[in-house]
């Protein structure tokens, strides 16, 4: 089933490829929040391809349902065509189409294609995490102040003082921050080693299904930010390789 789901996504990253490479015709859905065709194409394209592979799932995908608020209970699917719209129009070549299937509340597969970079990620619950069919690790950096740290910022600015207070402590206590504009490959570059945490508040199902079971069978944890057990609706996350889990909610309660 893995090698399946990974085939649609590799075919739907090519249509991400393709866009990445023309002009596009972008649209708001916010002041900044954009969206172009190719959101729009690649959703649709996996949508009817995972329909047929799983026909009693439920499938949400971000542009198709980005309204709703309620995850249901049953067996899901979380797309999200382009995760990294910004990147995209820009030019970043930090984007992912990301798929995560779950059943029963928990993560069953996971599958993340940067199709710029070439890179995929894949992980099915008990089997390990893969980047391009080698598997991968989270890092053993045992403290904050030896640690590259990633997070994201929400369209939405509300809790904007809140953000930068934990950022100023971030980069008190850490190696250095990065914002690279995905969260899927957050996700996926934390399960790899690359990153030693990644935080981010607001964040919707379909950026964090895919890369969470990733991060998971790669060996890390992933818990919200008061340190209560992740669930699929919850809106904050933080992912690390279990080591500085601990020391970075401490970082947090001293806020
Ligand atoms: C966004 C990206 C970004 C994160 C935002 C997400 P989109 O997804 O994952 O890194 O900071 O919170 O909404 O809009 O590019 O699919
Ligand atoms: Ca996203
Ligand atoms: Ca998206």
Same mark, same amino acid.
């Given at each position: 089933m893995l090698k399946q789901i990974s085939d649609i996504v590799l075919e739907a990253g090519e249509i991400v490829k393709t866009g990445f490479n023309s002009n596009k015709n972008i649209k708001y859905k916010g002041e900044v929040d954009l969206v172009t065709e190719y959101d729009v194409k690649t959703e649709e394209f996996l949508k009817e391809k995972l329909q047929k592979l799983f026909p009693d799932f439920k499938i949400i995908g971000e542009e198709s $349902? $980005?309204?709703?608020n309620e995850y249901p209970n049953e067996n899901v699917i979380f797309i &999200?065509?382009? &995760?990294?719209t910004t990147n995209f129009v820009h030019g970043v070549p930090f984007v992912a189409v990301s798929v995560g299937v779950i059943t029963e509340k928990e993560g069953k597969y996971g599958v993340v294609y940067n199709p710029i970079l070439d890179e995929l990620y894949s992980a099915e619950t008990g089997m390990g995490a893969y980047c391009n069919g080698t598997q991968i690790k989270v890092s053993s950096t045992p403290s904050l102040i030896n640690s590259l740290i990633a997070t994201g910022f929400p369209y939405?600015? &509300?809790n904007l003082p809140y953000l930068m207070k934990v950022l100023e402590q971030v980069l008190l206590h850490s190696r250095g921050i990065r914002r690279a504009g995905a969260a899927s490959l957050d996700l996926c570059y934390t399960a790899r080693g690359i990153y030693d945490l990644y935080y981010e508040t607001r964040l919707k199902p379909w950026d964090m299904a895919g890369g969470l079971i990733i991060v998971r069978e790669a060996g890390g944890i992933v818990t919200k930010l008061d340190g209560r057990y992740h669930e699929m609706d919850s809106d904050s996350l933080i992912a690390s390789n279990g080591l500085l889990h601990v020391e970075f909610l401490n970082l947090l309660n001293e806020i």
């Open positions: $349902n $980005n309204d709703t &999200d065509p382009i &995760d990294g939405k600015k &509300d």
